[in-house]
């Protein structure tokens, strides 16, 4: 992302996503993808 | 009889003051950039080279192509822009030259409707080199001009977008549980962290890289699977360089999610 001075620095609340191997690429918000971003011992109960 | 020669004189310099008042410098029909419709805008044409957009306006919902509902924001922000529109500043043969003739850039098009009749038709030039982001034209062999929305005063460019996915709502996934059969999930860092979820028989059942596993709570395999309802997006990257684009597409993804529904289509 573009900061006030023009410089570019990394937006760590967001992601960069792609449908399928479509290069269009969209920004999704860390917020808003986080619900699916599990990993395994998720469904063990160990990060309820 | 001075007095009459008088009144005459007050009352042609007043009309043509009004006259002077009323027309652009630039010709009214050469620079007037956005539509007065009676009622409502009902349709919106946009091409680019081979390529064709519809934006139509059906039973109060507005259509892509007359299929699938266009996102109502970026709608209301289109036709915001083609009925608000006004000049910023001519461009100069010179600018037009260099910012669009030798840069090959093709305009988009744009045609807006009011039920069958054509309301306003114009040419717009996506450009970075100004904050606007557009150069427009009302045709080819008519003067450019820099065009804004008055208090909207940002990049007006990317809303005449030619792509059927920019108009669509902005959901990565957006499917009920009844309708997934399975799905993957690849940590492509921590591929032992991957895992995936199948669907048999109306219970979903937990998969690691070498088989089922046990011992899981089916309850949370049930939530993960329930926040596929609605996952959005912020919005497309259509302005990223074509370098990024490149790299990016070169670059494996830290995450990789397959979501196969009831009837085999793949997300």
């Not at chain 1, 449908?19 to 011992?41: H, Q, S």
């Not at chain 2, 007037?32 to 419709?37: G, L, Q, R, W």
């Not at chain 2, 009011?114 to 030039?125: A, N, P």
């Not at chain 2, 669509?168 to 979820?197: G, K, V, W």
Request: aromatic residues 10%; without cysteine; glycine residues 6%.
């Amino acid at each position: 992302m573009k900061t006030e001075n023009n410089s570019q620095a990394v937006d760590t609340d967001k992601l960069i996503g792609s449908l399928g191997t479509n290069t269009d690429f969209f920004n999704v918000r860390y917020f808003d993808i986080d619900p699916v971003l599990k990993k395994r011992p998720y469904f063990f109960g160990k990060y309820k | 009889m001075k007095k009459a020669i008088a009144i005459t004189a007050a009352v042609a310099i007043t009309a043509a003051m009004l006259i002077m008042h009323s027309r652009s410098p630039f010709g009214k029909s050469n620079s007037e950039f956005h539509a007065t419709p009676e009622k409502e805008i009902t349709r919106i044409e946009l091409s680019q080279g081979n390529e064709r957009l519809t934006l139509e306006k059906s039973a109060g919902v507005w259509l892509i192509n007359g299929q699938t509902e266009a996102r109502r924001g970026a709608v209301n922000f289109i036709i915001r822009i083609l009925t608000e529109a006004k000049i910023k500043s001519p461009v100069s043969p010179e600018i037009f030259k260099a910012e669009i003739t030798d840069r090959e850039a093709e305009p988009v098009a744009v045609k807006v409707y009011e039920g069958r009749k054509m309301l306003k038709s114009i040419m717009v030039y996506k450009t970075a080199s100004n904050t606007y982001g557009n150069i427009m034209k009302v045709k080819k062999s008519t003067k450019p001009f820099i065009v804004h929305v008055p208090g909207y005063e940002t990049n007006i460019g990317p809303a005449f977008n030619i792509k059927p996915q920019f108009w669509q709502p902005h959901a990565i996934f957006n499917m009920l549980p009844s309708e997934i059969s399975s799905i993957r999930f690849e940590n492509m860092h921590d591929t032992a962290a991957s895992f995936s979820i199948v669907k048999k028989e109306k219970t979903y059942t937990l998969h690691g890289n070498a088989g089922q596993l046990a011992g899981y709570d089916p309850e949370l395999v049930i939530r993960y699977v329930s926040y596929f309802t609605f996952i959005p997006f912020e919005s497309w990257a259509f302005d990223m360089p074509d370098a990024d684009r490149m790299r990016l597409a070169a670059s494996s993804p830290l995450y990789k999610i397959t979501v196969i529904s009831s009837e085999g289509t793949r997300t």
